[in-house]
């Protein structure tokens, strides 16, 4: 069955360091997405993704953040000098239909971010 | 502001019994999805419905769009059903608004 991969599983990173965190979306999946889970709290939406530029993002999702598609295949999400608070599992979705008619999500099984 | 409430927050249930999550909605929704988190972290989507009700195994979800509330239902639920139950919804246009969860415990 096909599915969504995340690295890292976990990164532990000093505060101020930038991190990449990598998806690799289902492959006839055009819409991606970036969600952020603080230990304890709701998953919370950080930007979607469609046809190679974002097509919506959160009052989260400010410079500090980017997402890339480098090429085929990957979607990372670049967190630039990180802060304490940024620790939080950081969860990849995709779906073959987007935007109004969303379709069913697939989730990557995340990636735990540590900052020190 | 677009909210996504959950009923009840914690819910310890013995193996075998019938559980119902409720999930309730602010404005009008284009889909709602059930979520399931394993204590690992891991999410699956269980449901996307935009109507009516769906059934899968022992799982059953059902919408009321007046009413703006969904419930998932679980039958005969077993120990390996515990986890975290999350209720999503898209509302038209926008992105997912994620509810705070049910944590689900069944014991045996």
């Known amino acids: 069955e096909p599915e969504v991969t995340q690295t890292p599983s976990h990164q532990v990173t000093q505060m101020g360091q930038e991190v990449i965190l990598r998806c690799v979306p289902i492959?006839?999946?055009?819409?991606f997405y970036w969600y952020r889970q603080i230990l304890g709290q709701k998953v919370e939406f950080l930007v979607s993704?469609?046809?190679?530029?974002?097509?919506?993002k959160s009052e989260i999702f400010d410079d500090q953040f980017s997402v890339e598609r480098p090429d085929g295949s990957n979607f990372t999400l670049k967190i630039r000098s990180t802060k304490l608070e940024d620790s939080a599992m950081y969860f990849c979705a995709s779906s073959e239909t987007g935007g109004s008619r969303t379709g069913e999500l697939f989730f990557g099984e995340g990636s735990r971010l540590t900052v020190l | 502001k677009n909210e996504v409430e959950q009923s009840p927050q914690n819910l310890t249930a013995q193996e075998g019994e019938f559980i119902t999550i409720n999930c309730s909605y602010s404005?009008?929704?284009?889909?709602l999805h059930w979520l399931q988190q394993h204590p690992g972290g891991g999410i699956v989507s269980l449901f996307m419905l935009s109507s009516g009700k769906k059934k899968h195994g022992r799982l059953i979800a059902t919408i009321n769009i007046q009413e703006k509330h969904s419930s998932l239902h679980i039958t005969a639920s077993h120990p390996r059903d515990s986890a975290v139950y999350i209720c999503?919804?898209?509302?038209?246009?926008?992105?997912?608004?994620f509810g705070p969860g049910t944590r689900l415990s069944v014991l045996p």
């Open positions: 492959s006839n999946h055009l819409y």
């Open positions: 993704f469609y046809n190679n530029e974002i097509s919506e």
């Open positions: 999503a919804v898209s509302f038209y246009g926008q992105n997912f608004v």
């Open positions: 404005v009008g929704i284009s889909a």
